[in-house]
């Protein structure tokens, strides 16, 4: 093993390390509202009852500056894609794609890895697949993978992506952030420490909150957006 490899396998690990662990601001709340509890299973273990919010929601309080929205797909499962201003749709280079799945809680997370992994088995030449990481994040279930594409069947280039899952009381959240490359080998992806660490602490402040319950929103948090 090369130390290219070994040096981008030090800062993925670093970086989910510190993804598994952030969360929202800890402080409870306990205002006395009602809410439908519910119980589930996550990986195989039971989970606490869960309460219902109808303002639940994804916050994303790092979210990049001069990014804009290019795809938006309602229904069942919401699709929200975007890029910086200055790249396009066919030639981006970055994205941030979040996969809004309702009325879904009764899936393990580790089911929604796997299906990404046979999507890339099948556009890639070749997978570069990190560790799965399971935890809480902001007092719900939360997993984070990484998987690459060596080389993209449908172009000369190499693609990467970092996601975090997060199980909601009713609502599954998928948000990626991913980078087009050139292609790569077994060293891994050519990403920079910054990009990592961009990438890790985006992806880290982002939280599945709601304005009652157990589930605090970030400061500045403008609730659920159109």
């Given amino acids: 093993m090369g130390k290219g490899r070994r040096d981008f396998g030090v800062l993925l690990v670093t970086a989910m390390i510190a993804m598994l662990t952030a969360s929202a601001a800890s402080a409870q709340t306990d205002d006395g509202s009602t809410s439908n509890a519910l119980t589930g299973q996550h990986l195989g273990k039971s989970l606490p009852a869960r309460e219902i919010h109808a303002d639940e929601h994804l916050a994303m309080p790092l979210f990049p500056v001069d990014w804009v929205q290019t795809v938006k797909q309602t229904g069942s499962i919401e699709v929200f894609e975007y890029i910086p201003k200055n790249q396009t749709e066919t030639t981006w280079l970055d994205k941030i794609t979040l996969e809004v799945h309702h009325d879904t809680y009764t899936l393990p997370l580790d089911a929604y890895q796997r299906r990404a992994l046979g999507q890339v088995r099948e556009n890639c030449d070749g997978v570069f697949e990190g560790n799965?990481?399971?935890?809480?994040?902001?007092?719900?279930?939360?997993?984070?993978?990484?998987?690459?594409?060596?080389?993209?069947?449908?172009?000369?280039f190499g693609e990467t992506?970092?996601?975090?899952?997060?199980?909601?009381?009713?609502?599954?959240?998928?948000?990626?952030?991913?980078?087009?490359?050139?292609?790569?080998?077994?060293?891994?992806?050519?990403?920079?420490?910054?990009?990592?660490?961009?990438?890790?602490?985006?992806?880290?402040?982002?939280?599945?909150?709601?304005?009652?319950?157990?589930?605090?929103?970030?400061a500045g948090d403008n609730g659920p957006q159109p």
């Fill in 161 to 218: 992506r970092y996601t975090k899952a997060i199980q909601g009381s009713e609502t599954l959240y998928l948000l990626s952030r991913s980078w087009r490359t050139q292609v790569y080998g077994d060293e891994g992806p050519p990403l920079s420490p910054q990009a990592i660490d961009g990438a890790k602490n985006f992806l880290g402040a982002a939280v599945v909150c709601a304005s009652t319950g157990q589930h605090p929103c970030p």
């Fill in 132 to 156: 799965l990481q399971t935890g809480v994040n902001n007092g719900f279930p939360a997993a984070y993978w990484t998987l690459g594409c060596k080389r993209d069947k449908r172009g000369n």
